[in-house]
């Protein structure tokens, strides 16, 4: 005997939920399933638990530098990681909380925790039960990716879930990966006081980021303490005297870094192989990630992916921009569609990357004629009031129809000010809307039409 609903929804994320709701306030039943933590991996173990510790170390950060801003502080500043991840925990754990009573709370929806594998292209099984439904969302994320690193079964390793249980500080972190994941925990804990080496596999850090920011950031970080170790060939971990020795093939530096802890931060996994997407006929890519369409679609009729485990995106705006895709296809008949979104995204080191569009590369490549400008932060009065004045900004329009094609700002405030232009970019307005507004001062955003006043044609 199955159970039947209109929808069933599998993982938590940053999709179903919303995806939930939307068919309960139809008066539609679902039955949404998770096998973990409500709320995945932003609430759990990505966004806000780290999101909450940097600004534990931007506090930390602050208060070393006290005498700049014209106090004391007596002795020296130490962190107390227990009370780091109490904090952490105490807001993480409020946002988990309100996603299930959400749940729980709403009208047709049965919440059912549990393993969910597909049985039959209308079927899933949790706990032994059998589900069925015409429409199946599958929203199951993904995970930090283990690659087959020699020693890798020799060591005890950290990934960003296990990051979340440790609450004393590392006396070095040795982080294999210079990605997002890997930066911003790189800061944050040389900020709490541990040594801390990235091993990065490619010749900069943030490799898809234009040469000069990741130029700009390795240096923010340095500068800092953070140590980096680039073009590391041959990673290979072994235990060396009650610590983690971490072998590098490096054109520069020592052949090993020997750490007290290795968090590995090399990509993510999507938490597709054990689905039983076979059993319905729903095809991956080599990856693993569930092809879809430009409306969510999976290959097969009646079954959507969202969230990170389609390979569409890879963030927590990305999948619940899915959810609304979806929802304003089937409930709306508003024919929303992935490539209708621009690429935007921030990395939240201190200052942070506020970043929207085409980067450089991407604009050469397009071979369309651009100007460009780049702005020192150092120029910006608000970053020079902050104490703040480290990065850039820089922003590339097309000549012709001058719509901006791409922005990164790397600096306070990046994060939001980013917006300003992004929604310019929706609009498909020209760059000279932003150049004629009146800004509010003493902001970074104010700053913003004297930058574009000043392009360039692109070199
Ligand atoms: C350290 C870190 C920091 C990050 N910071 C940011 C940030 O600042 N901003 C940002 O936009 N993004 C950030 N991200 C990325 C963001 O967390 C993810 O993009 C987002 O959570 C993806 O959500 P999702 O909806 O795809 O699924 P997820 O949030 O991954 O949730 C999937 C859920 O499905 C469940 N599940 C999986 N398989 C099954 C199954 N078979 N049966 C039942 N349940 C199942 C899982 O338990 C999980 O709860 C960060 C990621 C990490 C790792």
Redesign the pocket.
Known sequence: MSQNFDAII???????PSLAARFSAAGMTVAI???????????????V???TMVASAYAAHVARRGAEYGFEVKGDVCVNMKRVKARKDEISGQSRRGVEEWLRGLKNCTVIQ????FQSPRTVV?NDEVLEAGKIFI??????SVPAILGIHDVSFLT?SS?MDIDSLPEHLVIVGGG??GL??AQMYRRFGSEVTIIEMGPRLIGREDEDVSQAVREILEMEGVRIRLNAKCISLAKREGRISVGVDCEEGPPEIIGTHVLL?VG?TP?TS??GLDRAGVVTNQRGYITVDDQLQTNVPGIWA????NGR????????N?YEIVADNLFNADHRRVSDRIQA??L?TDPPLGRCGMTDAEIRKSGRAALAVKYPMSKVSRAVEKGETQGFIKITVDAETKQIMGAAILGTGGDEVVHVLLDVMYAKAPYTVVQRAMHIHPTVSEYLPTVLSQLRPFA
């Not at 929203?139 to 930090?144: D, P, Q, S, T």
């Open positions: 599998i993982g938590t994320g940053q999709a179903g399933i998770e096998r973990h933590k409500f709320g995945g991996t932003c609430v759990n173990t990505g966004c638990p780290t999101k549990g393993h969910a594998r949790v929203n199951v994320g993904g995970r930090a960003n990051m997002y994941v911003e925990f931060a993510r938490n054990d689905l969202l969230g990170d485990c995106g890879a963030f927590t705006h990305t999948s619940y899915d995204y921030a939240y």
